[in-house]
């Protein structure tokens, strides 16, 4: 599967911000979807994951409340809304799947394939 992230962009606090992760070469719905995040000299950071075929999702402690997880499987992308944004939000942010299918991975390294990140920055 391929993957490719878009979305991001400069938003104030308080804004919102909906990013795409569409796939190619087969069905998101074949893996567990995640998307995670980067700061400048910080780890990658998981942000959410949806098992779509199952209808679970789970959330970092960071963005639970705000963030929501969806897919829509006729597009074949999977979506990040993103709201009540803070500029601690500032990251690149990617989509990854994994290929252990009903498994919420919180983990990087349990993701397979990868996106190329897109920027969100967040302004106070």
């Known amino acids: 599967v391929q993957l490719q992230a878009s979305g991001g962009g400069l938003v104030q606090a308080g804004g919102s911000l909906r990013l795409s992760c569409a796939a190619s070469?087969?069905?998101?719905?074949?893996?567990?979807m995640g998307w995670f995040r980067q700061a400048p000299g910080k780890e990658r950071e998981f942000v959410a994951t949806i098992w779509w075929s199952g209808g679970r999702t789970s959330y970092g402690d960071s963005v639970k409340g705000r963030f929501t997880i969806s897919g829509d499987s006729a597009k074949n992308t999977v979506y990040l809304r993103m709201n009540s944004l803070k500029p601690d939000d500032t990251a690149v942010y990617y989509c990854a799947a994994d290929e252990d299918w009903g498994v919420l991975a919180t983990k990087d390294n349990e993701y397979e394939y990868w996106g190329q990140g897109t920027q969100v920055t967040v302004s106070s």
């Open positions: 070469g087969r069905s998101f719905s074949s893996y567990t």
